[in-house]
């Protein structure tokens, strides 16, 4: 049985965690482009860049730009680098609950810690299962335990990607729904842990060191060219996203693993930034750490 409700002196946060490219940026913009979506929600994210806000439901912009009021009642709101000055600007406002997007490389057991915070308690935990890209990151000598300690320390899972790999499957006794489940975002809202329970999981501590590398494009490059060195990376790259002027107009790139999706970009959409983020774990070498990236760069310019 789940446990009643928060306390009404505090807001309630839900957590939406997994791994890089899993899909937690399409789940929020769906969450706030959904009607049902109750009206004093805050949607907590890690950066605006990645959330395509519908331009109906803008209202209104903060001084700083770090807060969006929407139309229907709710907010979205930047985490930049600071959960606890994002909590306060929040208590300031009228609303009635929080829905928090973790980093990539987080685990959710370790922000719930964050989220006793005065005003707030933690809710529930959602975590985002990649159905294409899961069960090889789950197996991976540096990158599995944290992608298993993600999945682990759901209440609720969420398996994205099933039109890609409809026959995906995780054995697990943590209630799952479908990406695609048309009451998918009643179940994220009204999910509660059960707090009778015993079995809640606690963070491991054997997540591995993370970096990210920028590369700022300076010259036009040929796509056939970039699009085959980008599948020549490091099997260390776990995510390479951005835009790329190349001899076939702009492209907007986002890499996952082994798959690559490209996005050509209409004559409007020229971005405001050309380059490419690369998010990788770092291995060390006799006490050197290796940035896989920046020997990938050095060859394509050799």
């Not at 005065?118 to 985002?128: E, H, M, Q, R």
């Not at 002027?245 to 959409?269: A, C, I, N, W, Y």
Request: glycine fraction near 8%.
């Amino acid at each position: 049985m789940n446990a009643p409700s928060a306390s009404s002196s505090t807001k309630p946060v839900t957590l939406i965690g997994g791994y890089l490219g899993a899909g937690k940026t399409t789940l929020i913009n769906r969450l706030l482009n959904q009607p049902e979506l109750p009206s004093g929600t805050a949607v907590l994210v890690n950066d605006f860049g990645d959330v395509n806000v519908d331009e109906s439901l803008i209202r209104s912009e903060s001084d700083n730009g770090n807060i969006i009021g929407l139309s229907n009642g709710c907010i979205c709101c930047s985490i930049s680098d600071d959960l606890s000055q994002a909590l306060d600007q929040l208590n300031t406002l009228p609303i009635a609950q929080v829905i928090l997007e973790t980093s990539g490389v987080a685990e959710p057991a370790r922000v719930w810690q964050h989220c006793h915070y005065p005003g707030f308690s933690p809710k529930a935990t959602v975590v985002v299962v990649d159905a294409v890209n899961f069960h090889q990151r789950s197996q991976d000598k540096y990158v599995g335990p944290l992608v298993s300690a993600q999945a682990a320390q759901a209440d609720l899972l969420v398996v994205s990607k099933t039109e890609l790999n409809p026959r995906f499957q995780f054995h697990s006794l943590t209630p799952q729904l479908s990406g695609q489940d048309a009451n998918l975002i009643d179940a994220i809202v009204g999910w509660q842990r059960d707090f009778d329970s015993s079995a809640v999981t606690t963070h491991t501590g054997l997540s591995p060191e993370f970096s990210a590398h920028t590369w700022y494009q300076h010259d036009v490059v040929s796509w056939l060219d970039l699009e085959a060195n980008l599948q020549t990376l490091d099997s260390s790259v776990q995510r390479v996203k951005g835009w790329i002027e190349t001899d076939e107009g702009f492209m907007q790139v986002d890499k996952v693993g082994e798959r690559l999706s490209v996005k050509r970009l209409g004559p409007g959409d020229k971005p405001k930034l050309r380059g490419l983020v690369f998010i990788f774990h770092v291995i060390q070498n006799d006490g050197a750490r290796r940035n896989p990236v920046a020997a990938w760069l050095a060859a394509r310019t050799a």
